[in-house]
């Protein structure tokens, strides 16, 4: 065996075993989310299933769009609010569009870390019927992996 080759088995070797430890399954799967994303030093989170049910989305919409939203478009607006304060990227909003015709984006801030919680501002705004509602605040992820409205 040349230099050339053993060079490349090594290769080969070492990226198959930086998969295993970052902990990515033969599926493409992250077996290990601490690794990825921005936990901050928190230990293993609940499904994101069980996080986005926690989350009150009554305190994430403004008032007067959230009882004209059907079930439908209020659970878009709560995974796209969960998702955009648990992944998103600062400037970068998280978009949603019901099933009659009511749609919103949401928009956060950088992480800011408070008594050991990790917050983020947010701006959700909700269209419905071309009239717009707008919910600002600050929402920080409680331990159950839920996000509650700090100040808005």
């Given amino acids: 065996m040349n230099k050339k080759q053993l060079a490349f088995i090594t290769i080969i070797v070492l ?16 077996q290990n989310p601490s690794l990825f994303g921005n936990n901050l030093g928190q230990a293993s989170s609940p499904p994101v299933s069980v996080a986005i049910a926690a989350s009150d989305i009554g305190d994430l919409l403004d008032e007067e769009a959230a009882i004209k939203l059907t079930n439908k478009e209020r659970s878009e607006a ?22 009659s015709g009511a749609s919103g984006r949401v928009s956060v801030g950088p992480y800011v870390r408070v008594n050991s ?6 701006t959700h705004v909700v269209t419905i019927k071309e009239t717009s509602y707008e919910r600002e605040g600050t929402a920080c992820r409680e331990a159950d992996g839920s996000w509650d409205i700090v100040d808005s």
């Fill in 117 to 122: 919680l990790d917050c983020r501002q947010f």
């Fill in 78 to 99: 709560a995974s796209a609010q969960f998702y955009a304060l648990q992944f998103g990227r600062v400037g970068a909003p998280r978009v949603w569009q019901g099933d």
């Fill in 15 to 30: 990226s198959l075993g930086a998969c295993t430890r970052l902990g990515v399954d033969n599926s493409g799967t992250n």
